[in-house]
């Protein structure tokens, strides 16, 4: 069974291979939910939209195996890279997304195939270098 581990948190779960990487955190006690770089966690945990793929709350970083995932759904394009409105509008993953592209998904939308690690709430650099690169 793949495993994963939560760098943050430091915590590692083994999963059935195909097992959705939110499911995986929750099961860990793991809270995807961390807000703008942790303001808002509190709500943001309540006020998602469940792993639909819409709100874009439960970004994560793939640190190591994202090969060992699901290529990135529709959903997740749409998200990262448009600053469009959707259901629920949350500009914050555009933001999260720049300098992560090869590495940020939704766990919502990640199914997970082998062992991987896992940074949840990745922070938003919004003066750093690769925002304004
Ligand atoms: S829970 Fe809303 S996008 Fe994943």
């Given at each position: 069974?793949?495993?994963?581990?939560?760098?943050?948190?430091?915590?590692?779960?083994?999963?059935?291979?195909g097992?959705d990487?939110?499911?995986?955190?929750?099961?860990?006690?793991?809270?995807?939910?961390?807000?703008?770089?942790?303001?808002?966690?509190?709500?943001?945990?309540?006020?998602?939209?469940?792993?639909?793929?819409?709100?874009?709350?439960?970004?994560?970083?793939?640190?190591?195996?994202?090969?060992?995932?699901n290529?990135?759904?529709?959903?997740?394009?749409?998200?990262?890279?448009?600053?469009?409105?959707?259901?629920?509008?949350?500009?914050?993953?555009?933001?999260?997304?720049?300098?992560?592209?090869?590495?940020?998904?939704?766990?919502?939308?990640t199914r997970i195939?082998?062992?991987?690690?896992?940074?949840?709430?990745?922070?938003?650099?919004?003066?750093?270098?690769?925002?304004?690169?």
């Amino acid at each position: 069974m793949p495993t994963v581990k939560f760098t943050k948190e430091k915590k590692e779960i083994e999963v059935p291979a195909g097992t959705d990487l939110r499911s995986a955190a929750q099961k860990a006690g793991v809270n995807l939910y961390d807000g703008f770089n942790g303001f808002g966690a509190k709500l943001n945990a309540i006020f998602n939209c469940h792993g639909l793929g819409l709100c874009g709350t439960c970004r994560v970083n793939i640190t190591q195996g994202i090969e060992n995932t699901n290529s990135m759904t529709f959903r997740e394009k749409v998200k990262f890279r448009t600053p469009l409105p959707t259901p629920i509008p949350d500009p914050l993953p555009c933001l999260a997304y720049i300098g992560n592209e090869d590495s940020m998904r939704l766990a919502c939308m990640t199914r997970i195939e082998g062992d991987i690690e896992v940074e949840t709430g990745p922070p938003i650099d919004l003066f750093g270098t690769n925002f304004f690169s």
